[in-house]
């Protein structure tokens, strides 16, 4: 499973959200949100849970692929 990168930055414009928003509500460091959406690293299994935890009302299908 691999986060689909393009569409959580779509999610965080869509949902006016701050990538250090995004960090606190997730409970992970903001500098890998920014990494991540940067492509400068990928989302390990505890990072991809978490921000999974805190897009509960996006669908599996289109986060991760």
Known sequence: MELNVEYFREVLIK???????????????HSSV??????????????????RGALKDEPVSKLFM
């Open 34 to 51: 920014t990494k991540i959406l940067n492509k400068n690293m990928k989302a390990g299994i505890k990072t991809c849970k978490a921000i």
């Open 15 to 29: 949902k006016d959200i701050t990538n250090r928003e995004f960090a606190r509500r997730a409970g992970i460091c």
